[in-house]
Antibody
Framework: QVQLVESGGGVVQPGRSLRLSCAAS????????MHWVRQAPGKGLEWVAT????????YYADSVRGRFTVSRDNSKNTLYLQLNSLRAEDTAVYYC??????????WGQGTLVTVSS | NFLLTQPHSVSESPGKTVTISCTRS????????VQWYQQRPGSAPTTVIY?????PSGVPDRFSGSIDSSSNSASLTISGLKTEDEADYYC?????????FGGGTKLTVL
């Protein structure tokens, strides 16, 4: 069965960095576009980043462009999100999600990032 | 970029029918597929409708989706409401490599 398992969240000070990982299993990872979506406490869902199946293209929300970097290692079936220059407003649960055509058809359980001094 | 606007909350009684709207601010609602996700507290979202009106396997046919070009909006309709339908619902679409979620609608079944 398809599984997405995020890790790497935690408490970090403003301005510092963090790297999130998402381990995928149960499907052919290298053939799927993957996204990161976040949800601030008590708030709605926000698309963060997209990476193509082969890693050749990445797209970002305006709120994170230039600070966050999405990447993937298809040999390890793993998706990454590098978070730099973190701000308090980046505090959220970060989900990785598989995309099939236009639909987020599988989500991980999420990993919480808290930016606080 | 465009916005998707949903009502903040709706409520209805068990057994009744409720419709949640999702209005696109610019660009055609018919130009890109709309998805709907259900999210219960403490859980990740799950798809209830994809590609405007398709139901994933396992989603009951009480859930249906539609789009209306005249109002540039999408709708999620849930009939025969059950208490288990109480959750947050998000519409989602995309354009030009940007993916957009509506602000979410809290459905209360009371």
């Amino acid at each position: 069965q398809v599984q997405l398992v995020e890790s790497g969240g935690g408490v970090v000070q403003p301005g510092r960095s963090l790297r999130l990982s998402c381990a995928a299993s149960g499907f052919t990872f290298s053939t799927h576009y993957m996204h990161w979506v976040r949800q601030a406490p008590g708030k709605g869902l926000e698309w963060v980043a997209t990476i193509w199946y082969d890693g050749s293209n990445q797209y970002y929300a305006d709120s994170v462009r230039g600070r966050f970097t999405v990447s993937r290692d298809n040999s390890k079936n793993t998706l990454y999100l590098q978070l730099n220059s973190l701000r308090a407003e980046d505090t959220a649960v970060y989900y990785c999600a598989r995309v099939t055509y236009s639909n987020y058809d599988y989500w991980g359980q999420g990993t919480l990032v808290t930016v606080s001094s | 970029n465009f916005l998707l606007t949903q009502p903040h909350s709706v409520s209805e009684s068990p057994g009744k029918t409720v419709t949640i709207s999702c209005t696109r601010s610019s660009g055609s609602i018919a130009g890109n597929y709309v998805q709907w996700y259900q999210q219960r507290p403490g859980s990740a979202p799950t798809t209830v409708i994809y590609e405007d009106n398709q139901r994933p396997s396992g989603v009951p046919d009480r859930f249906s989706g539609s789009i209306d070009s005249s109002s540039n909006s999408a709708s999620l309709t849930i009939s025969g409401l059950k208490t288990e339908d109480e959750a947050d619902y998000y519409c989602q679409s995309y354009d030009n490599n940007k993916w957009v979620f509506g602000g979410g609608t809290k459905l209360t079944v009371l």
